[in-house]
């Protein structure tokens, strides 16, 4: 009897983690197509301490399993199908990401012709970051950005002067969610992005639905 008694405690405990957890996703992405926002939000806490511990762990420990491709002073790891299943906690990361589109679906119509794509970006500490820019629109429906380590602030805006930014603070364990074109031809594509002076070694993970049509026409634009 006592038994069962725990059991059941565990599975609501478990239930309302898990109903928590969709509320704060279905919250921030309840806004994310209206084309008066920025077309940004942020879910909070979505990787617990450990959960955090270990993924860092993969990079710190096993970065030589990973290929790195530099760019102006960011490294970044395309992720396979292999590296999934060799490191189960990456794997957190893409349920999180289909668990948000999941929830973008139930509020909108998105583009269905995609294949996914994840890779982590490495920024040291000291890094300039990235510079503003819209990612290319073949990358559709919603970007999502789990932050592993770093706390440091993420800019959006509509505004290609850069003049009226948001700024989003992300500690690690947060997922920035980031608005991409749906499904119907919207005009509403990728808000202007960046991130800049890089106080704390930064790791995330980068989700993305490609839309693999017509790719090549399509490079990411920087905004200067
Ligand atoms: O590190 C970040 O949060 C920004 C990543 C980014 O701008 C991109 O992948 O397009």
């Given at each position: 009897m006592?038994?069962?008694?725990?059991?059941?405690?565990?599975?609501?405990?478990?239930?309302?983690?898990?109903?928590?957890?969709?509320?704060?996703?279905?919250?921030?992405?309840?806004?994310?197509?209206?084309?008066?926002?920025?077309?940004?939000?942020?879910?909070?806490k979505?990787?617990?301490?450990?959960?955090?511990?270990?993924?860092?762990?993969?990079?710190i420990?096993?970065?030589?399993?990973?290929y790195?491709?530099?760019?102006?002073?960011?490294t970044?790891?395309?992720?396979?199908?292999?590296?999934?299943?060799?490191?189960?906690?990456l794997?957190?990361?893409?349920?999180?990401?289909?668990?948000?589109?999941?929830?973008?679906?139930?509020?909108?119509?998105?583009?269905?012709?995609?294949?996914?794509?994840?890779?982590?970006?490495?920024?040291?500490?000291?890094?300039?970051?990235?510079?503003?820019?819209r990612d290319?629109r073949?990358?559709?429906?919603?970007?999502?950005?789990?932050?592993?380590?770093?706390?440091?602030?993420?800019?959006?805006?509509?505004?290609?002067?850069?003049?009226h930014?948001?700024?989003?603070?992300?500690?690690p364990?947060?997922?920035?969610?980031?608005?991409g074109?749906?499904?119907?031809k919207?005009?509403?594509?990728?808000?202007i992005?960046?991130?800049?002076?890089?106080?704390?070694?930064?790791?995330?993970?980068?989700?993305?639905?490609?839309?693999?049509?017509?790719?090549?026409?399509?490079?990411?634009i920087?905004?200067?």
């Amino acid at each position: 009897m006592a038994i069962l008694v725990v059991v059941v405690q565990r599975v609501i405990a478990t239930d309302v983690l898990e109903f928590d957890m969709n509320n704060k996703i279905f919250n921030a992405v309840e806004d994310l197509y209206n084309h008066n926002n920025v077309g940004v939000n942020i879910v909070c806490k979505m990787f617990n301490t450990e959960e955090l511990e270990r993924i860092n762990n993969v990079f710190i420990i096993n970065k030589e399993h990973f290929y790195p491709l530099e760019f102006g002073g960011v490294t970044r790891w395309d992720l396979t199908e292999n590296d999934f299943s060799r490191y189960p906690a990456l794997d957190k990361g893409r349920r999180g990401f289909k668990l948000i589109i999941d929830t973008i679906s139930t509020l909108t119509e998105l583009n269905p012709v995609y294949r996914e794509k994840f890779c982590i970006l490495f920024y040291p500490e000291g890094s300039v970051g990235v510079k503003p820019h819209r990612d290319t629109r073949h990358s559709v429906n919603c970007v999502s950005i789990f932050v592993f380590s770093g706390n440091n602030s993420f800019f959006a805006t509509k505004d290609s002067a850069c003049k009226h930014v948001t700024e989003f603070f992300t500690e690690p364990g947060d997922a920035i969610v980031m608005r991409g074109p749906r499904k119907i031809k919207d005009d509403i594509s990728c808000p202007i992005h960046y991130v800049s002076q890089v106080v704390r070694p930064r790791y995330v993970m980068v989700c993305r639905h490609i839309n693999t049509e017509g790719l090549k026409s399509s490079p990411s634009i920087l905004v200067t």
